[in-house]
């Protein structure tokens, strides 16, 4: 370093401490790529606002009709019930994949395998049209004529149950991985701590290894759930009653396409918003570590641990 | 799978009155053999430490001793019990799940990384296992849980989780967790090899305390005075089989193996 380099820094260092304006560095590229994406997005708005085709008025007035809010209901009642099914039913292929018993190891990857390789909309359809397999569900002994259970197919696979069955029995696939995952991230450690307390295999999973797997399953069973919401509109193909099918059954018969899929997908804009934020506050709670003064277990994890101990 | 031919023959008569007892324990992990034919026996009451360089095979033989582990031939008797089987007749049955767990209760078992349960409190991480396994009251668990954070000086200490304390302190909680089940041997697998050489010392006076109320140990160390001081027997481990043993004055101050001299001239 030079004397006059040292000289200059101590001028410009001394130019802070007056009263002389800094001039930050411009970015003109952002402003200029900010002002044509404004430019763009206003001149499209204002196409669809004047679009008479899209005729916002009948948006305003199905908004919140009748038909529409039951459809919101049973898109709402899909998501929780899949949801359920599929949490509980990941575990339980979770658990079975992770297992000594080569037989439920061997089930529960062809399980994973089969609803993880076909897709959701060919499974909808093919619970939609289980009548078309099997006429009557019977259940009783085998390879006899012995029935406990004998009923129309129709009558018990409506759409409703088919849309609940096709969601619930796919997201079992996924949710098992996820669960998975989340219990190999658990220290071996804590397993062996188990087992030479006298732990069984299935108390140490229950009360051990689960609860703290959740510190990794439930963010993304939070992705799941905002994944299975706008998945339930699959269901509209088998007539699920879902908020598709209902809008979709009145613009068949006033041909008000546009403006009723502007109302549906308003509505799933909402309810993935509320759902996000609830991400937002999940990842927030169970992405923390255990840092010292940190996390307590959350409910969910004390649940699981059960009602022993202190 | 484990062929154990000698143990139909000869059966698992009740053995003397060791605590624990192996002779020619083999263990393999794929095709290396980690234990060559373990001959080992410690009495009730005594302290044995378990030595040897890294990769001698010391932790895998203390995990076969609670079955965390099976293994592939020999015999381990622990508590009279011959580790994993039933004898009825002549032959042996290997035991189900739930009564291995039900041995393994006995046998209290402490790690190197201490291994708490990070989501339960110092003092659930004590009561768990007694109300889920022996159908403890909570009342009860938890006051004898407050008893046994008393010993191990954590007195108070019950409420924090295991990431808000030292490592010195989880390791006692640790142990206070294994007592907790009353257990009628323990196993240390280098308890102090994880602490700050200032934490040390609180966890061996607790071993300490608790070999002269005269319970079973079996210690995997490095701790050197902690041998001297406290084992009545001292097992030299390497390659998968027990080199040296005597009581620790002998093994350690004038040993007869060139393996033990070369491992102690290191680690002293
Ligand atoms: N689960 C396992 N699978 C395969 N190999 C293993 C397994 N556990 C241990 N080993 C191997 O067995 C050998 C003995 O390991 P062990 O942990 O018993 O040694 P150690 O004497 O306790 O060593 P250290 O002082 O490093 O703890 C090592 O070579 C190790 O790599
Ligand atoms: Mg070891």
Redesign the interface.
Known sequence: MTTTDSTQGDRALATRHDDIEVVPLRHWGRWAAAAVVALLAASLMASLARNPNLEWGTVGDYLFRDFVLRGVGVTIMLTVVAMLIGTVGGVVVAVMRLSANPVLRAVASLYVWFFRGTPLLVQIIFWGFLAALYQRIQLGIPFTDLHVIDVSTNAVVGPVVAAILALGLNEIAYAAEVVRGGILAVDRGQDDASLALGLTKSQAMRTITLPQAMRVIVPPMGNETITMLKSTALVAVIGGKDLLTAVQTVYSQNFKVMPLLVVAALWYLALVSVLSVGQYFLERRFGRGHGPGGSQPGLAQRWLAGRKGA | MATMMDHERDGAQAPDEAMVRATGVRKSFGGTEVLKGIDLHVRPGEVSCLLGPSGSGKSTFL?CI?H?ETIDGGRLHVDGHLVGYRQRGDKLHELK??EV??R??E???V?Q?F???????A??NI???P???RRVR?EQ??AE?EVLLERVGLGGR?GA????LSGGQQQRV?IA??LA?KPRLMLFDEPTSALDPELVGEVLDVMKDLARDGMTMVVVTHEMGFAREVADSVWFMDDGIVVEHGEPAQVLGSPVHERTKAFLSKVL
């Open positions: 995990r609670n965390l799940a739930s767990a039900a393994r209760r046998i209290g078992m790690f990384r291994n708490l349960f990070p989501h339960l409190t003092l659930q009561t768990h296992a109300c889920l396994v909570k668990a938890r849980a019950g989780y295991p990431a808000q640790a967790r294994a089940m």
